[in-house]
């Protein structure tokens, strides 16, 4: 795990040293005023700093290139970024609980990893007085202990050459003449399950029913790629017609070149919300909330939308009709979207991958 | 601060015991001590570690509780999954390391005897491949084998399948992409031993009537058994903790013990199940890697007596 940013203690280093040889000549030419603003912004400086914890990649660039560069620091606050998978900094954040340094003041993560983390009881409740912007977070993606940053949902992708009509449900992929067709990423097994649960109208945390679905979805062939990436490859080569994945996700390979194209489950959606919140044991709170506050800013909103394809969590977002249309929800859909049993989840993940691993998979 | 002259006659009589110009044993032992540490942090303690950890019970919350158990190693020998897994796991970096060494050998043996002035070019060559990480190479590895990949596209192209053949995602795949990650390191360890063999005991053979077949197996192969071992030993060591090929050329296609225990610690945060795991797969690694060393030694013994 790295931070990549420049060396904040190297950085206040030079800050303050730089000051201090030049204190010398200022202290001839200007009056004890002068000298005392001087060392006073030096002090701000000093302590504006932030250090997010958050994967690497597109959402790590973005949130330096939306958040951190023309927002934050013109304001002189500087941020650092602490990238990982969401695993790794769940463990650092479970093993510093207690730590006299904590090395994370802001925890990003999806819904489900930030409900565990709450449940075990590392997360600040946020003081939504000090986050100007989450006055205007949509009321059904907001809860006690962090806020949405952004969002999509599982859907339905299909390849357009070779699935004209798009399916309105997912048990279309039990359909014989799309035997060998189905794809499914194991990345986000527990999705597929959930997806499956979803479907059959069992709602989205019944694992049990998830399983059955995939039970009969196995008579049908289905294949499971190692990535993501992997899927989409399958998708252009017409290896497999349809796979179940994140709106977001699906953008992004259409802009690639990848004919496809999403539908809607008429039982709904699950939702993927990508959440900040505040570890108990932080160094800079204040910072921390001046980061989330930056995080719900329109400005950066649109960036995420125009270039990740996720759907901000504001309502004054100010999104252009047609980038709302390609990368947003109708407010039906957003109406069917699933609210997740996140405790009944994750108590049920271990034994659902043990049933993906050790048997759906096996002879595919 | 200056010795006292008291203190000397103590300290010569033992300084005379050791021969000359050897210096005291509790030197030799003092200047290893500090890189002792360091191996013992670095290696032994994550070990142990990971050995607690896998006496302790899974909580989906909090990573585990502090137990003593045994279900974590009940849980695995009694599932004939993951008894599946680690059978795959030594048929695959058995066969790897055969193809390796089988494949390797010539070309160490060319490296070592060529006197072309471009041995060094060749050398950097072998040694490029090192130079980028596993996960690029197994996507180049995924561009050649997809069904709409390079050798599926000349099959088209020559009439030879109308259909595209599964080559991605098989047991053929995870063989190919490791042989070829390990392969330099097979060449490299051979070659360096191989160096060290004298022309001229080869030559006398050949003076003596043997024929190139008969002096490889009964001259260069008993010779370079040292090197064949350690070759062998590094290369199945390897194999056996493949991550990256066996992910991304396998899929469901075949499966192997480290992309299982990287499951249980990435996906559910199981960490007792994934460091039981996880030390099955380094005690039956070593077990096998000793087991191949004294099998190839033994049969040096023999040959060299």
């Known amino acids: 795990m790295s931070s990549n940013t420049s060396n904040p203690q190297r950085r206040r280093f030079l800050k303050l040293s730089s000051g201090l040889a030049l204190a010398p000549a200022m202290g001839a030419g200007l009056g004890a005023a002068g000298m005392s603003a001087f060392s006073s912004s030096a002090q701000a400086a000093a302590t504006g700093n932030v250090t997010v914890g958050t994967w690497g990649g597109d959402y790590q660039n973005l949130l330096e290139s939306q958040i951190a560069t023309p927002l934050l620091k013109p304001q002189d606050l500087d941020v650092n970024f602490l990238t990982g998978d969401a695993v790794s900094r769940m463990t650092k954040l479970r093993a510093e609980r207690m730590a006299r340094r904590p090395s994370m003041d802001v925890a990003c993560l999806s819904d489900t990893d930030m409900a565990t983390m709450n449940e075990s009881g590392l997360l600040m409740p946020p003081g939504l007085s000090q986050i100007k912007n989450a006055a205007n977070v949509f009321p059904s993606f907001a809860n006690p202990y962090s806020l949405p940053h952004i969002y999509s949902g599982l859907v339905i992708v299909y390849n357009t050459d070779y699935i004209k009509a798009p399916p309105d449900s997912f048990t279309a992929a039990l359909d014989p003449k799309f035997k060998g067709k189905v794809g499914l990423s194991d990345i986000i097994f527990n999705y597929c399950g959930m997806f499956g649960s979803l479907t059959v109208g069992k709602g989205a945390s019944d694992m049990k029913a998830g399983t059955d679905f995939l039970r009969q979805l196995k008579k049908n062939a289905p294949r499971v790629y190692p990535s993501n990436e992997a899927v989409a490859a399958a998708l252009k080569s017409g290896e497999i017609w349809m796979t179940c994945m994140w709106k977001a996700r699906a953008l992004q390979w259409q802009q690639g070149g990848v004919p496809v194209d999403f539908a809607f489950d008429k039982e709904g959606a699950i939702p993927v919300i990508f959440q900040a919140a505040i570890p108990k044991n932080n160094r800079e709170p204040a910072n921390a909330y001046r980061f989330i506050n930056a995080m719900l800013d329109p400005r950066s909103q649109i960036g ?43 108590s049920e993940k271990e034994a659902f991958l043990q049933y993906w691993n050790t048997d759906f998979k096996v002879g595919l | 601060m200056a010795m006292a002259p008291s203190e000397l006659p103590k300290r010569l009589p033992i300084a005379a015991k050791r021969p000359a110009g050897e210096p005291h044993p509790i030197i030799g032992a003092g200047l290893a001590f500090p890189a002792s540490i360091v191996v013992i942090i670095v290696m032994l303690v994550p070990a142990l570690q990971l050995f607690r950890y896998s006496f302790n019970r899974y909580d989906p919350v909090n990573t585990m509780k502090a137990a003593l158990t045994v279900e974590n190693y009940t849980r695995f020998f009694g599932d004939a999954y993951y008894l599946g897994v680690l059978g795959t796991t030594l048929w695959v970096a058995a066969l790897c390391t055969i193809i390796s060494l089988v494949v390797g050998f010539p070309v160490a043996y060319m490296l070592a005897k060529t006197q072309t002035r471009f041995k060094s070019l060749l050398i950097i060559l072998l040694v490029f491949p090192l130079m980028v990480g596993n996960v690029v190479r197994a996507a180049g590895w995924m561009i050649v084998l997809g069904n709409a990949g390079f050798v599926n596209s000349l099959l088209h192209l020559l009439g030879l399948a109308d259909q595209p053949v599964r080559l991605l995602y098989t047991p053929f795949a995870v063989i190919l992409g490791t042989t070829g990650v390990v392969l ?27 024929g190139f077949i008969k002096t490889f197996f009964k001259i260069v192969l008993p010779i370079a058994t040292p090197g064949v071992a350690a070759g062998t030993m590094l290369v199945f060591i390897l194999c056996m903790n493949a991550y990256a090929t066996p992910v991304l050329l396998g899929g469901t296609g075949l499966t192997m013990m480290a992309p299982a ?27 096998g890697a000793l087991a191949s060393n004294m099998l190839i030694q033994r049969g040096y013994a023999k040959r060299m007596v």
């Open chain 1, 304 to 346: 995420f939308a125009e270039k990740m394809g996720y759907a901000p969590t504001i309502r004054n977002s100010g999104l252009p009709a047609a980038l709302q249309a390609k990368v947003g929800f109708t407010d039906a859909q957003v109406e069917k979207f699933h609210k997740l049993d996140y405790a009944k989840l994750t």
């Open chain 2, 184 to 210: 330099p390191y097979m060449i490299l360890t051979l070659q360096s031993v191989l160096e060290g063999i004298d022309l001229s005991i080869e030559e006398a053979a050949r003076n003596l009537g043997a």
């Open chain 2, 261 to 287: 225990v990287y499951d249980q610690i990435a996906k559910t945060a199981n960490w007792p199940f994934g460091a039981a795991l996880a030390l099955i797969l380094m005690v039956v690694t070593l077990i």
